[in-house]
């Protein structure tokens, strides 16, 4: 069975960082490209990043660019985001999710997520 | 960036209708159009890929169609357990994926 399971979210001050963990099995994590999603208190879903199997490929959405790095440790079965100069507007639950090309890219497996609240 | 726009913003519906839920790009995305389902205090969970192909193990009574700039959501015998937010996606552009702003479904 698929898992991905997030952790390391929190409440961090303005300009704070966090580092947010996603935990993968169930599946050859070393074969799947991964994203991370995040979603605002009662708002909707908004695409962050995306990362290539072996990690040679990487996306933003302009408003994280600079300031979200993602990676990934194949040997771990982990995918991380490093969230750094935070805002208020970054505060959502982050959510990890594996990326599959079957036809078109889509999302197959999400995990629970993470959440974020950034205040001072 | 690609815009996608859902329409209704939220529904209220029978057990057993048929609801349809559509969903508009800004520009042509061909197929490549996905739908998602979230339920309240859950991750979201892919239903449709490729604007009409059905997941693994995702009901029957869901189905999608379109292509180009628009495209439909049907669940054709409405129960209970579908009550959630539907979210359609694009992945035509592979810098920038975006999602509509949803439709709450509810039973009436």
Known sequence: ?????????????????????????GFTFNNYG??????????GLEWLSY???TSTTIYYTDSVK?????SRDNA???LYLQVNSLRAEDTA???????????VPHLDYWGQGTLVAVSS | DIQMTQSPSSLSASVGDRVTITCRASQSINNYLNWYQQKPGKAPKLLIYAASNLQSGVPSRFSGSGSGTGFTLTISNLQPEDVATYYCQQSYNTLSWTFGQGTKVEIK
């Open chain 1, 34 to 43: 991964m994203s991370w999603v995040r979603q605002a208190p009662g708002k």
């Open chain 1, 1 to 25: 069975e698929v898992q991905l399971v997030e952790s390391g979210g929190g409440l961090v001050q303005p300009g704070g960082s966090l580092r947010l963990s996603c935990a993968a099995s």
């Open chain 1, 66 to 70: 600079g300031r979200f790095t993602v």
């Open chain 1, 93 to 103: 639950v982050y959510f990890c999710a594996r990326y599959r090309m079957v036809i």
């Open chain 1, 76 to 78: 771990k079965n982990a």
């Open chain 1, 51 to 53: 990362i290539s199997s």
